[in-house]
DNA sequence: AAAGAGGTTATCACAAATGATAACTGCGTC
DNA sequence: GACGCAGTTATCATTTGTGATAACCTCTTT
């Protein structure tokens, strides 16, 4: 064998896009949501204070935190929401060595 | 004065707000993308070979990665793309106690 | 039971991100 | 200098997120 170059590197990739595709954006997005409704319920915020501070309306953070929404928001729309609440964003990429059944 | 209810909260929000817009936006996707840089020289890929992985082109690549670009990314974008050299993103919402002048 | 508060869902218009193609630069190599 | 490699930039088509409005649901309160 050569050493690992990009073919093998390009299969291991596909494996885990395979795999994790579908998964992966639920559990993303599920996880952030649920740290956005958990965010502004601390600030003690209602949706629609939410909406009025960011100058949006309420049925659109409605369908932003809502679990069964499957968009994939923008960047910046997760920093504003956190800006409005007095937080920030960061973004962490960690490795991901799940085992594969 | 009454207990800090939403009108104050509110003021203080657009207050963060209005300051941190262009720079939030800024530096954030700043970050992020020399992240992504570093994360796909890591693992010793080009723009091209990424762009074969993730089953798009060499030019989207550049452009996500493009500091002087001012898009802001889907959140699934970005997962992609760690999950193409395989890492997973994590989203941290970190308290924002900076000292404003 | 009527009214309000908080949240959801559907729909449409619009803005913006992404996909795709092509032409270009800079750089090293032959 | 011609060639290939890596990355950039511009442009257009398409997809998708977001803004806006309205109707609805579930509680709670009166």
């Known amino acids: 064998m050569t050493r690992p170059t990009f073919k093998s590197f390009k299969e291991e990739a ?6 994790k595709k579908s998964y992966d ?14 965010l502004r319920q601390k600030a003690g915020l209602t949706q ?12 659109n953070i409605s369908r932003l935190e809502s679990v069964s929404s499957n968009i ?4 910046s729309t997760l920093t504003d929401y ?7 964003l960061k973004i962490v990429f960690v490795p991901d060595n799940e085992v594969r059944i």
């Open 48 to 59: 629609e204070q939410m909406a009025e501070i960011l100058q949006t309306n309420k049925s």
């Open 82 to 88: 956190a800006a409005a609440v007095g937080y920030k």
């Open 14 to 19: 596909l494996k885990r896009e395979g795999v």
């Open 72 to 75: 994939s928001p923008k960047l």
């Open 25 to 38: 954006k639920l559990s993303a997005g599920y996880e952030v949501r649920k740290q956005l409704i958990a």
